[in-house]
């Protein structure tokens, strides 16, 4: 009986002990079988026009874990052909993922980055899949390798800039003029504002003169002069000061200048007992030339004070400025605005109101402006599938109130997605938000200007997170702008 007894336990332990290895090696049943890599194409042609389209994919068959009920790690790599795979394009996969699929900015982006191949040649690779059994015994399973053709392009720049006498701040490379990407376009860019009779081309790196764009075999055309040691340096000439919208596309080197209707004036000031009668710029929309704001806490040492606005930084008689239809008119909205000069009237009319928190924003193409006192809202909250709670608006990720009442912080990890704020998480989707200036923008890592929405997100601008990671994030209310920075 006692014989018995211990056969029994014996079973029991056995099988307890073969439960546990189960359950370390993952408890994974594959299908005995070759390991075999397969590829949707071997002859890839990376276009520069479509840099999300699909480039490849790499897909492969389990292999055989050979009974041992343990998972199995794959290993894909890639290489340029007759070096062994060093240096490889390499990744791992667990949890029975057994696809790779590559765009064709990210691959045409490793390629040249990883397997050191040179932007917009032709390469012969080498693709193989490594399957390595969890359990620390079993053999290292290989696929065959696969032979590749593949054709790179030259990156086009994400950023480009307009430099010259005939623009604003002439021949400064650290200081041209940012264009603004135009988003569904790849390598389009959009700029509009005020040019003077004189020269202008492109720059692609702040402070840098190359690569830049000069002009081409006509006024339609760029020409691509990527180093100084190519002599050719002309740039495009404009005839006659105004209003200007400049469109360029780099993949097939047009050009399109055209003068436009536009605002009377480039760049306004407030002046007044606010600031000790000293010039503050206003802000200029960067959808809208017609359009200017100044946000501000306005402080004096009397309860109220008087301001008006300069289209020069300057008192000379000859300056115009711009004031009120009504002498000390205070707040309101879409209040009259008119044009005074020392030269022309004694009139010299201001706006008069108490000190605090003000958005102002005038409309030149209307001549009315709102003054409108500002009361922050208490809290910001992300909204998005980049963020941690999704497109939940009821479990909205919130922000961390900053230095300011106006100023809100985060720091934590983004998905690829959308992302946009919303200032009371309003179960309707109506209420007020902050949103991108530009549809599917890509946060920049610098300080950029946001549109608010007070009744629902109009229009429904969304910032576009390509790259997932950890990211720091600093919003003002006041000042309506807003910093996304990946770590």
């Not at 032709?122 to 693709?127: I, K, P, R, S, Y």
Request: aromatic fraction near 12%; charge should be neutral; proline fraction near 5%.
């Amino acid at each position: 009986m006692k014989r018995l007894y211990y056969i029994i336990n014996l079973i029991l332990i056995s099988s307890l002990f073969c439960q546990s290895c189960k359950d370390d090696f993952g408890n994974v049943i594959y299908p005995d079988g070759p390991l075999e890599l397969r590829v949707s194409t071997s002859d890839i042609v990376l276009n520069v026009a479509t840099p999300e389209q699909e480039a490849v994919v790499f897909d492969w068959t389990s292999g055989s874990n050979f009974g041992t009920n343990a998972a199995i790690k794959y290993t894909l790599e890639i290489g340029e052909k007759g070096k062994d795979f060093k240096p490889s394009i390499s990744s791992t996969f667990e949890k029975g993922l057994r696809s790779q699929r590559y765009v064709t900015k990210d691959f045409n982006q490793l390629l040249i980055e990883k397997l050191g191949i040179t932007a917009g040649s032709g390469a012969q690779l080498e693709a193989r899949v490594t399957a390595e059994i969890q359990d620390g015994q079993s053999a290292t399973q290989l696929s065959q390798v696969l032979s590749l053709k593949v054709k790179t392009y030259r990156p086009i720049t994400e950023t480009l800039y307009m430099l010259g006498s005939a623009t604003s701040n002439g021949w400064d490379a650290h200081k041209a003029s940012k264009m603004n990407q135009i988003q569904g376009t790849p390598g389009a860019f959009i700029w509009q504002g005020v040019l003077s009779p004189g020269e202008f081309k492109f720059i692609s790196t702040l402070g840098n003169f190359t690569p830049s764009y000069l002009k081409g075999t006509s006024n339609e055309k760029l020409y691509y002069r990527e180093s100084e040691s190519d002599p050719y340096d002309v740039p495009f000439t404009v005839a006659k000061s105004g209003l200007y919208q400049v469109k360029v596309n780099l993949i097939d080197l047009s050009i399109a200048i055209t003068e436009i209707e536009g605002a009377m004036y480039d760049a306004l000031w407030f002046v007044g007992g606010f600031t000790g009668w000293s010039f503050q710029p206003m802000a200029k929309d960067p959808n809208d030339p017609f359009i200017f704001t100044y946000h501000a806490v306005l402080n004096s040492s009397n309860n109220a004070d008087e301001f008006k606005i300069a289209t020069k930084p300057d008192f000379d008689p000859s300056v115009v400025f711009l004031r009120p239809e009504t002498d000390q008119q205070g707040v309101g909205t879409d209040l009259p605005v008119v044009k005074w000069s020392e030269s022309e009237n004694k009139s010299d009319y201001k706006w008069r109101i108490n000190k605090g928190t003000y958005k102002i924003r005038l409309d030149l193409r209307t001549n009315k402006i709102t003054i409108a006192p500002f009361t922050p809202f208490p809290a910001i909250y992300l909204v998005g599938d980049a963020t941690p709670n999704g497109w939940d608006i009821a479990a909205a990720t919130p922000m961390v109130k900053g230095d300011t009442p106006h100023r809100f912080t985060w720091s934590g990890t983004l998905k690829t997605g959308e992302l946009k704020f919303s200032c009371d998480k309003q179960s309707d989707w109506n209420g007020a938000w902050f949103l991108a200036s530009q549809n599917g923008k890509t946060p920049s890592g610098q300080t950029e200007q946001m549109i608010f929405s007070k009744s629902g997100s109009n229009p429904d601008n969304k910032w576009k997170v390509t790259t997932a990671g950890t990211y720091s994030i600093t919003l003002d209310q006041l000042q309506e702008t807003v910093t996304i920075v990946k770590q």
